[in-house]
């Protein structure tokens, strides 16, 4: 089936704006994260999501950041003001843990790149 | 805190030879995963192995292959027959199933050269 999807590839905004950044899931996948990707390092937590419910926000930078899935299945990563600081590429991958709260594996989805101008 | 720690930032290998990537974790919990992503230039996160610690057999997957040594809390990848399209970073993970994130390392830049 299809993997996960992300749009748009790529965004460019001047500093200042607000940007929205897309995220759809495997379909039937449950859990969902956001992860930032600076230059040159590992992925860092943002968020996550089970079903609609977002269960972890604590890696939000700021509250510029906000993030919601208010159907379950597609995301939605909102940055407000955004600033040079905020260019990176921001990844989004979906889950489907079994019962007992083991977790499965992530898939990744190909990211959008942010240059914040 | 969870920590993940890869040593090498960068590493090269001759096509068809065979390489080792090192990785090293803390974690309190017994019960986690780990994991060896690949991410190409075109910065797709391919997973590429993974283990779970509660199996003390080491997983394979065709020419990757890990070394888990739980009481040392290492985890490296080694990658057998090196292929060109093998070049990417690799990024070591763990995930404790007590939380919802998953902790990346800092990455090996892996040259994979003809």
């Known amino acids: 089936g299809a993997g996960v999807s992300q749009s748009p590839r790529y965004k460019v905004a001047k500093r200042g704006q607000d940007v929205a950044l897309r995220c759809d899931p495997i379909?039937?996948?449950?859990?969902l994260f956001w992860y930032q990707q600076a230059l040159g390092q590992g992925p860092e937590f943002l968020t996550y999501?089970?079903?609609?419910?977002?269960?972890?926000k604590s890696g939000l930078p700021s509250d510029r950041f906000f993030a919601e899935r208010p159907e379950g299945s597609v995301s939605t990563l909102k940055i407000q003001r955004t600033q040079q600081e905020d260019s990176a590429v921001y990844l989004c991958?979906?889950?489907?843990?079994?019962?007992?709260?083991?977790?499965?594996?992530?898939?990744f989805g190909p990211g959008t790149r942010l240059l914040v101008l | 805190a969870q920590t993940v720690t890869q040593s090498q930032p960068e590493m090269s290998v001759q096509e068809a030879e065979t390489v080792t990537l090192s990785c090293t974790y803390d974690?309190?919990?017994?019960?986690?995963?780990l994991f060896w992503y690949k991410q190409p230039p075109s910065r797709q996160m391919i997973l590429v192995i993974r283990?779970?610690?509660?199996?003390?057999q080491n997983a394979t997957e065709n020419r990757f292959s890990v070394n888990f040594q739980k009481a040392a809390k290492s985890f490296s990848l080694k990658i057998s027959d090196s292929q060109l399209g093998d070049t990417a970073m690799y990024f070591c993970?763990?995930?404790?199933?007590?939380?919802?994130?998953?902790?990346f390392g800092p990455g090996t830049s892996l040259s994979v050269i003809p």
């Open positions: 991958a979906s889950s489907n843990p079994t019962s007992g709260g083991a977790e499965e594996t992530q898939y």
């Open positions: 379909s039937g996948h449950v859990s």
């Open positions: 999501f089970q079903n609609e419910a977002q269960l972890d």
């Open positions: 974690t309190s919990e017994n019960n986690y995963y």
């Open positions: 283990q779970e610690a509660y199996k003390q």
């Open positions: 993970a763990l995930d404790e199933t007590s939380y919802d994130k998953v902790i």
